[in-house]
């Protein structure tokens, strides 16, 4: 009998090795050794007033930790851009009309922003996928006025050679973005501008090996991140809650369930432009 229960430990102890190798094994896919890390990328900055611009409802869905954080933990105030409606996404699972879409997602995007606790999100109706075809001076007039209006100190936006996903309306929102405040800066003023740029940026080992050509070119083209933080992973799961008509999105993407890519992947990554000593103007 004794000998039984030494073998059974002995068992246990070899399966949860093995569970645990695989474990950070997983792990490793989502790390990125370059990154310092930090409780709150605005926090570290010291950030009073935080702005995102994106392209898509469920964009947001990549800075969860920063904005919940830069709310619950900073004390900062925070606001969002989203460009489109969505109306063109990929429904998974399908829980609407296709034409009733757009209406859908920008209020599963509102939804979610306020979940976060955004105090101010503002949701155009720019073609989705054709972000690149609107008048660039448009955009960026119309991303300016919104940027003196909520006079952010800190702008969390797209790298825009990568977009983070390689989706051509992350990149154009990236680059507007960025003319954006290069105008603010030109211009002067009571607001010139926000005094930090933060870029998101994607995890590089996973998009490597699950995201084929696309994820290689995102690899190829984003820089290394210079910050790591928690990415409140509950927010995340509620998130794709809240964007139910994408709530498969992660699984299809990464072929793995949203559980376990988020048990492997707990930390957001960011890139930070100091624009007092660098600026875009």
Known sequence: MRKRTVAL???????????????????????????TGVESVVGE???????GVFAHPDDEQSVNGLFLRAKQRDGAYTAMITATEGEAGHQTPVVARDEDLGDIRR???????????VDRHVVWDYP????????EQELVDRVAA???RV??????GFWPESGATGHEDHMRMGRITELAIAQLE??????AGPSHLVYTISPSTALSIFGGETGKFVVEHQPEPEYAMPAEVQAKHEGWTI?????????????????LVYALWDQEFYTVRDLEADPLG
């Open 128 to 135: 989705d996928g054709g972000v690149p075809g609107v008048d």
């Open 146 to 148: 919104e940027m003196r």
């Open 107 to 117: 209020a599963e995007a509102l939804k979610n922003s306020f979940n976060l606790g």
């Open 151 to 156: 006079r952010p100190d800190v702008v969390v």
């Open 243 to 259: 964007h139910a008509s994408q709530a498969n999105f992660l699984q299809e993407a990464y072929l793995l369930p949203t559980w």
């Open 9 to 35: 430990l002995v068992i246990a102890a070899v399966v949860l090795a093995l569970v645990g190798g695989v474990y950070w094994a997983g792990r490793h896919l989502f790390h990125e050794p370059t990154a």
């Open 186 to 191: 030109e211009a002067g003023g009571s607001y």
């Open 45 to 51: 900055i010291g950030g009073t007033r935080v702005l």
